[in-house]
């Protein structure tokens, strides 16, 4: 038989039933070696922090709880990263839908002294801005994809490309991710409440 070392720790685990839409109940279980272990009907989530001999993981875990939210530590640590950089597509096509009133704008003006031109560019371009206004609202109503997906969609569009000339990508480089929503709801609904058990649970042990 190979060698091996063991080490042996005592686990505690706090049911939580909770009154909200977002998270209704959560079991979390944590040992004293920093592990961190969540199934609730948000999401399950694991994490382990390293702690040392000398320091509490209750009062660790109580600030990290605290007033805890979608941007935070604790949010940082247990998300899922794919599923968080999942793209807005509604709202990541807002910068482009700017651009293109933008850009009908100026070439509205372009044409305005042309006179008998502009009789017959004028509905040309207004078909072209329909047109591209459309198929944005189109990848807007694709709701979440990955980046590349939506990119996709972007790049592989003959009525944006008429209209952007292919400077449109960069334009929606900052796109809008929709977050890890399960991890959000624990760590704004969940997690508070949690830290305020641990909180009265060490008062009471102090006053033992």
């Known amino acids: ?37 969540v199934i609730s009907d948000c999401g399950n989530f694991n994490y382990r922090w390293p ?3 000398n320091e509490n993981f209750k009062e660790f875990l109580i600030r990290i709880c605290s007033g805890s939210t979608k941007n935070g530590y604790l949010y940082d640590k247990i998300h899922d990263r794919d599923r968080a950089s999942r793209v ?17 704008r100026e070439k509205k003006r372009d044409y305005y002294y042309m006179l008998e031109d502009k009789k017959k560019i004028y509905p040309q371009l207004d ?25 996709s969609l972007l790049w592989n569009s003959s009525k944006l490309g008429e209209v952007f000339d292919g400077d449109y990508i960069a334009l929606a480089l900052d796109v809008e991710t929709v977050g890890d929503r399960q991890a959000m709801a ?23």
């Not at 720790?9 to 977002?22: A, G, M, N, Q």
């Not at 807005?88 to 009908?104: G, H, P, T, V």
């Not at 609202?137 to 979440?144: L, Q, R």
Request: with cysteine; hydrophobic share 35%.
């Open 51 to 53: 702690v040392s001999a």
């Open 127 to 151: 078909t072209r801005m329909r047109d591209a206004y459309d198929e944005l609202e189109s990848i807007g109503s694709e709701g979440e994809m990955s980046a590349d997906a939506f990119y």
């Open 88 to 104: 807005d597509a509604e709202n990541s096509i807002i910068s482009l839908k700017q651009e293109l009133f933008r850009y009908y």
């Open 1 to 37: 038989m190979d060698k091996y070392s063991m080490t042996k720790d005592v686990s505690e685990t706090y049911r939580l039933r909770i009154d909200s839409y977002r998270c209704q109940w959560a079991n979390i279980t944590i040992n004293p070696s920093g592990e961190f272990s």
């Open 186 to 208: 624990f760590c704004e609904v969940v997690a508070p409440i949690f830290a305020e058990v641990l909180k009265a649970e060490l008062l009471e042990v102090s006053h033992d």
